[in-house]
């Protein structure tokens, strides 16, 4: 049982040495380096729970690798070694966020009981974010933005999950949020203090993706000029999150169920397996059940992803969450662009409501900053939205639902709205005539009278 993950950065080979004999066998997983920047690489390749640093070295010393760590790693601690024990460097090592410090020569015990102090320290902070989270409103998770009945049930499914280790696979079209999600479980998680690495399977070549995903050796081909960690093994006790995973080769699928099934990867030229300990989250927009119908996805991987399924649904079916992730946006928009108070006519909403959002969040989010780049003055008018939005509005959406004092053509709208929802029927209805007009509730002739009527149909013949 491992006591913690410490790392010892000091100068003093043997010091290091002694350091490594003791703690290991007081059940503490060590590394070590030989300075600070050696210290940083290995602290941002993989999660420490504690830091021993000597405060005198070389180039990057205790006092930089301090900062640097409260800086990039709140939730480790750090313990400082100094040899000449002067009151002010102790002092200053402790305000700049130290958890505590030694002086040389000290006994083993002493730095013992420290680490202990350190490690439940940090327990102590995991456990009391955690605490918090529990206390949280359902009007968003994370960083997430909407309050539908189909995003609770997204966020109740995050909530069972995010602290336990299974495999997530998140659905959706593209721009749901996909990405948010993974994110969102890492960091409001068990895992939130380790790493979080994403992969794009789809934007890499190949050829790269296996070095990428399981790292490699010195020497094990032309341009390792040093070993690698990967993705993998660099997101030890943390999640790796496999974006557009529908996109990743065959030959590479095959490796990736070994190292979820195993908890072990190889890196390329080498012999030795590393166990890893990982949460993997998959993500695609593609239907995962095609490609192995397909033949481009192996189902036994398949199967190992969807042991939870997070499905996104697409933002059409959840226009409740209009309101809030607009207004999300333009806050968000606003302060980038330096316009405070710009608000959104109400004219204008109704033509994004009546707007089918193939690209979903993403299309909105991007229909909003520009709505806040181009608009005159504070109130962005529906001239301010993209040409096909507005066209589609003129077609179909953006019925009024009031007549105000410039009145309105009854006859006209009526109009257009029958000529919608009769076009909108059709196209349910796969063109079947009689379907489309059980789907309106009306007979097969009124459906024809009024497709006629509207000059959607000439005299046909009759289905039966
Ligand atoms: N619920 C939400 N609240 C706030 N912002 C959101 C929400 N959902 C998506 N976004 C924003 O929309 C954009 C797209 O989200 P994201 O990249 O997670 O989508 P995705 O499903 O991974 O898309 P793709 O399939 O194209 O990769 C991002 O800028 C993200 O911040
Ligand atoms: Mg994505």
Redesign the pocket.
């Known amino acids: 049982m491992s006591g913690g993950r410490v790392l010892v950065i000091d100068d003093d080979l043997s010091l290091r040495q002694f350091l490594k004999n003791m703690l290991r066998r007081a059940g503490y997983e060590i590394e070590t380096a030989a300075g600070g920047e050696e210290g940083l690489a290995i602290l941002a390749a993989s999660s420490v729970d504690v830091v021993v640093t000597d405060l005198t070295m070389e180039g990057m010393d205790g006092m930089a690798v301090l900062k640097s760590v409260r800086q990039r790693w709140p939730a480790t601690e750090v313990v400082m070694i100094t040899a000449h024990a002067t009151a002010e460097n102790a002092v200053e090592a402790m305000k700049q966020g130290a958890h505590d410090y030694v002086v040389k020569p000290f006994n083993v015990d002493q730095l013992k009981v420290i680490l202990q102090k350190a490690l439940e320290k940090k327990a102590m902070r995991e456990e009391n974010l955690t605490l918090r989270e529990a206390l949280k409103d359902r009007f968003?998770?994370g960083?997430?933005?909407?309050r539908s009945e189909a995003?609770q049930r997204v966020y109740d499914l995050m909530d069972r999950v995010k602290d336990t280790p299974v495999t997530v696979l998140?659905t959706?079209?593209?721009?749901?949020?996909?990405?948010?999600?993974?994110?969102a479980m890492h960091y409001e998680g068990a895992r939130q203090s380790k790493p979080f690495r994403s992969i794009?399977c789809g934007a890499i070549p190949e050829n790269l993706i296996e070095s990428e995903l399981f790292g490699y050796k010195k020497g094990a081909f032309t341009g390792a000029v040093r070993d690698s960690l990967g993705l993998f093994a660099s997101a030890q006790g943390g999640t790796v999150f496999l974006?557009?995973v529908g996109e990743m080769p065959l030959s590479t699928q095959v490796k990736v169920l070994r190292a979820i099934q195993e908890r072990k990867v190889k890196p390329i030229g080498g012999f030795e397996e590393v166990p890893v300990d990982v949460r993997i989250v998959a993500?695609?927009?593609r239907d995962l059940q095609a490609e192995v119908r397909a033949g481009r996805f192996r189902e036994d991987l398949y199967y190992r992803l969807k042991v939870i399924t997070v499905e996104?649904p697409p933002l059409r079916a959840r226009l409740s969450?209009l309101r809030p992730?607009t207004d999300?946006?333009l806050t968000m928009y606003a302060e980038q662009f330096a316009k405070p108070g710009v608000v959104l006519d109400d004219s204008t909403l109704v033509e994004l409501a009546a707007w089918s959002w193939p690209?979903?969040?993403?299309e909105?989010?991007n229909v909003i900053q520009r709505g806040v780049a181009l608009c005159r003055g504070t109130v962005i008018l529906p001239d301010c939205l993209p040409p096909e939005i507005q066209a589609a509005a003129d077609v179909g959406g953006g019925f009024p639902t009031e007549v105000g004092g410039d009145g309105l053509d009854l006859e006209r709208t009526l109009e257009r709205y029958e000529r919608q929802l009769l076009e909108s029927a059709l196209a349910s209805a796969g063109g079947i005539k009689t379907e489309a007009a059980r789907l309106l509730g009306i007979s097969f002739r009124s459906l024809r009278y009024r497709l006629q009527k509207i000059g959607l149909e000439d005299e046909g013949p009759r289905p039966n």
């Open positions: 968003g998770y960083s997430m933005v909407g995003m998140i959706g079209e593209s721009g749901t949020g996909k990405e948010l999600v993974a994110r794009n974006d557009e993500a695609t927009n996104l969450d992730l999300h946006f690209g979903n969040v993403r909105l989010e």
